[in-house]
């Protein structure tokens, strides 16, 4: 069986656009023109990097594909479930004292940089299911105990 | 070809610039980019190839890439984004112990602003080369820091990796305390199951050798 790939509506709309603008790209590639449109990265910078090499942009869109075909939306749980950390809840924890925002969403949508953990990190993995209140434990040597003080379910960007 | 002359030359000045999270724990030999560089790069590449799919002269590429901008803007630590670390060192365990916490807000913040300054150092960088080799250099750094193919997101936590190694290192051979800090980032970033396992042989390796 394939693997799913869990996105939100914002993350399956970029990577639709990101396949659409591959599509025009190879076809512009495969009759020898390049489109105006890639040659400034102020423009878009996220394809740059399949400009120059057929072969990687053919791979990409392959996998875009295979994202494409397996995808599972990711949709605010029923009103009674929105007490539990769930795929798209945005949650708020208490880790040694400090306070920590986090979405909790896939693994392609994952940047932690931008608040966004994996589902399939070990604390993405261990939070999902729990509810306010709970004390999470993470890891053995050094435990570290998450504190969950708030879910909430909203639009991610 | 003088344009490659100087690129090289500074490219080989990453070996000056200490990394940051090393020198805030105390080494007194702290690693610098070059040794990050080049390890990031062989972890990438072995460790990738026990994954299907992963086109790996990709990973090299963005491995080798993906700090060059550090020659300018230098290394930084999470806890250079805080207001301020407290000047009495002897404060410092107890921070390092802690991962530094932002709202979603902050960290969105944060994460623009070292883009955006990395982004300027590197085309200060890279300005002189042909305009095929520049490209190549830059895209495969915007893939890395906008986390968007597979082989970006790979690197990106193997990156994480070589910093945890570096630390487990430090504490073994300088007798530095690794902090917990160390442990609970990576437990945040890493979802790559074969970087999960490695992860924890690391925990394992290291603790048998204490």
């Known amino acids: 069986m394939s693997k799913k790939f869990f996105l939100t509506k914002n993350g399956l709309s970029r990577i639709e656009r990101e396949y659409q603008e591959l599509l025009k790209l190879k076809a512009f590639k495969t009759k020898g023109e390049s489109p105006r449109i890639f040659h400034s990265e102020e423009v878009d910078p996220e394809f740059l990097a399949f400009q120059e090499d057929l072969e990687l942009l053919e791979t990409r869109i392959v996998e875009l594909e295979l994202v494409l075909k397996n995808v599972q939306m990711i949709v605010p749980p029923a009103k009674d479930k929105q007490n539990i950390v769930d795929l798209g809840s945005t949650i708020v924890v208490e880790i040694d004292g400090q306070q920590d925002e986090f979405r909790i969403v896939g693994t392609l949508e994952a940047n932690p940089a931008m608040g966004n953990i994996s589902n399939e990190c070990l604390v993405g993995k261990k939070i999902l299911g729990h509810k306010i209140d709970d004390e999470v434990v993470i890891g053995s040597d050094p435990k570290i105990i998450y504190k969950i003080k708030e879910i909430r379910y909203e639009e991610l960007c | 070809m003088k344009n490659f002359v100087n690129f090289f030359n500074n490219i080989g000045k990453l070996r000056k610039?200490?990394?940051?999270?090393?020198?805030?724990?105390?080494?007194?030999?702290?690693?610098?980019?070059?040794?990050?560089?080049?390890?990031?790069?062989?972890?990438?590449?072995?460790?990738?190839?026990?994954?299907?799919?992963?086109?790996?002269?990709?990973?090299?590429?963005?491995?080798?890439?993906?700090?060059?901008?550090?020659?300018?803007?230098?290394?930084?630590?999470?806890?250079?984004?805080?207001?301020?670390?407290?000047?009495?060192?002897?404060?410092?365990?107890?921070?390092?112990?802690?991962?530094?916490?932002?709202?979603?807000?902050?960290?969105?913040?944060?994460?623009?602003?070292?883009?955006?300054?990395?982004?300027?150092?590197?085309?200060?960088?890279?300005?002189?080369?042909?305009?095929?080799?520049?490209?190549?250099?830059?895209?495969?750094?915007?893939?890395?820091?906008?986390?968007?193919?597979?082989?970006?997101?790979?690197?990106?936590?193997?990156?994480?990796?070589?910093?945890?190694?570096?630390?487990?290192?430090?504490?073994?051979?300088?007798?530095?305390?690794?902090?917990?800090?160390?442990?609970?980032?990576?437990?945040?970033?890493?979802?790559?199951?074969?970087?999960?396992?490695?992860?924890?042989?690391?925990?394992?390796?290291?603790?048998?050798?204490?």
Request: proline content about 5%.
């Open chain 2, 17 to 210: 610039i200490p990394r940051r999270g090393s020198v805030l724990i105390g080494s007194k030999q702290p690693s610098n980019i070059s040794d990050h560089l080049f390890r990031t790069a062989i972890m990438a590449w072995t460790l990738g190839k026990e994954k299907k799919n992963l086109n790996l002269r990709k990973v090299l590429e963005i491995a080798l890439v993906h700090d060059f901008c550090e020659l300018y803007v230098g290394d930084k630590s999470p806890y250079d984004y805080m207001a301020t670390l407290p000047k009495d060192k002897k404060k410092w365990p107890d921070i390092f112990d802690k991962w530094p916490r932002y709202s979603l807000v902050e960290k969105e913040k944060m994460a623009l602003e070292k883009r955006k300054k990395e982004g300027k150092a590197l085309d200060k960088l890279i300005q002189s080369l042909p305009p095929k080799i520049r490209k190549s250099l830059k895209s495969n750094w915007l893939e890395y820091e906008n986390n968007l193919t597979k082989e970006a997101k790979f690197v990106k936590q193997v990156n994480r990796l070589e910093a945890l190694l570096q630390a487990l290192e430090h504490g073994q051979e300088e007798k530095i305390r690794v902090y917990k800090s160390w442990w609970i980032g990576s437990r945040e970033k890493i979802d790559d199951p074969i970087l999960i396992k490695f992860m924890s042989s690391l925990a394992k390796e290291f603790k048998t050798k204490k």
